[in-house]
């Protein structure tokens, strides 16, 4: 595999193996990074392309590499079946030139149901394209966006990142809608920028229900968010995301779905997003809608996240060796224009800011409960109001970022290790090692 960083993530059999092959830090520029390894194996497959409407039923299998020219459309009605194993790319990318996108469109579904050994793989052409001289960066997919009709707070809407077309719309009044299932996937070096802040993200999903199945999805190096919500009541479980350019995740337009067992990492040295300058690169961002659809942001339903077992890591020291020359992050959890959160059992620690809640953001109707935090500057800021929390949160401003009782979770810092020193199983954000086997984290 080319690499973008050396990184070992030994998690077979449900333990960290000490012997495994690493650097003792993850320090290079993102455009300095190693740029000799092999290809996927699936680089040796034939490849089928495949653009415009999908309109009937159709499976893309593991013996083929499928090329997705422009965007990918699944229409209502239609099913697209993704067999374990599958590896999806786009044709080359140009700049401001919608491609390599797939949309599972309102009425559609998706049926990609990978295995922990055998995940579907979204990437790069250029992990596929057997030369060994050509790296991925972020970008090289489109990414992939799933529509639904659950409620948003804006009745209807165009997905961001896309240009206005009546499919690409979503929203409506089911939020038990189905749009299919996404198990065990991988998305990397997705998004591209269609105008300012007009992006797509790794994985996008607009107004999708709670019939909606999505667990074991990785999100990596993505030129914008990782996971971006928009309105639904879709509940993801066990979801990792890392070194993407903006927010890990996101939230907007009255999100009001359940998220349990997740993983953000930062990579310091990967790209990072800027607003005036300055850092906008946060471990989560959540709004209730943007100030063009109510300067007052109080539109209904409100974006409430109920969000456990997260864990949000940034990096061990806020000075490091070499110096981030790139923006750099922000917040490990911003609250803003009206949002509110429900938040329990997780940690934050890395971030020059901890838990934030904006002078706009809606502190009173939130919780915290059970959650460690740690800023290096500060832990948890409320502008105005107060959360209501039941149980303790420790809070910390340490130089050095505390781990909160993991072995060594920060990227930059040398092989990352989510379990719990002495474990042979158990992460510190649940039960049982779930990210064994179907992650990566070495490029």
Known sequence: ?????????????????????????NVEAFDNRSTSAA??????????????????NTTWDASHVWEISGVVTVR????????????????????????????????AKINAVGTSTNPIVFTSRYLLDGNASTVGHPGDFGGVILLGNAKINVGDKLIEGLADDPKFHYGGSNDADNSGTLQYARIEYAGYVLAPNVEVNSLTLGGVGSGTTIDHVQASYGLDDGFEFFGGKVSPKYLVSFGNDDDQFDFDNGFTGSIQYAIAVADAYSTHSASSGASDSNGIESDNNAPTEDATFSLLPKTHPTLANFS???????????????????????????TEVTLSNSFFTGYPSGVVFDADA??????????????FSAAISVATGAYSSTVANPTSTAATAPTWGMSQPFYNAGAVNFLAPGTSGALTVGSGNWVANWTKFTF
């Open 76 to 107: 209502s009605g239609a099913t697209l079946t993704i067999n374990a194993g599958t590896f999806i790319k786009s044709t080359v990318n140009t700049a401001g030139v919608q491609n390599g996108v797939l949309v599972i469109a309102k009425g």
């Open 362 to 375: 809606s502190a009173t109707p939130s919780t915290i409960n059970g959650t460690s935090v740690h800023g």
């Open 39 to 56: 290809d996927y194996s699936a680089s040796s497959l034939p490849v089928t392309t495949v653009s415009g409407d999908i309109t009937t």
């Open 312 to 338: 949000v890591i940034g990096t061990k020291t806020a000075t490091l060796s070499p110096a981030i020359t790139s923006p750099g992050f922000k917040y490990g959890f911003r609250n803003r224009r009206g």
């Open 1 to 25: 595999m080319k690499k973008l960083s050396i990184i070992t993530l030994c998690l077979a059999a449900g333990i960290f193996v000490s012997s495994c092959k690493k650097e003792a830090k």
